[in-house]
């Protein structure tokens, strides 16, 4: 979805008019009509930030102002997050029982070589 779909979608979804948006965000309602009809289909990141700001949305600026990410996906990337991290959990069990079993057979070779 491009950014000019994901703004109107958002300020529908708040039931504002492009009027309405741009007060609150203080960008001039044809500035808003620009982005949602394509006319400007790369806003600065000023002007997103007060846009995600005026919608309640959260924003995640990438590295080098490069990838925006809004409220939806936070809660993909969290989801996506704590699968990583139990198998990672699950990794370090099976890390720690190996290195036990490893003791035990270091010690059972030393018993027999002595």
Known sequence: M???KWL???????????RQLGKLSGINYNVIFRYENDKNPNPG???VERLCKALNVRLWIGKGGRGLMHEEHFSKLEIAIEAKQAQIDAAEKELAELREELRRIEALARKEGA
Do not use: P, Q
Not at 9 to 18: A, G, T, V
């Open 45 to 47: 990141l000023r002007n």
């Open 2 to 4: 491009n950014f000019g």
């Open 8 to 18: 109107r979608e958002k300020r529908e979804e708040k039931n504002l008019s492009m």
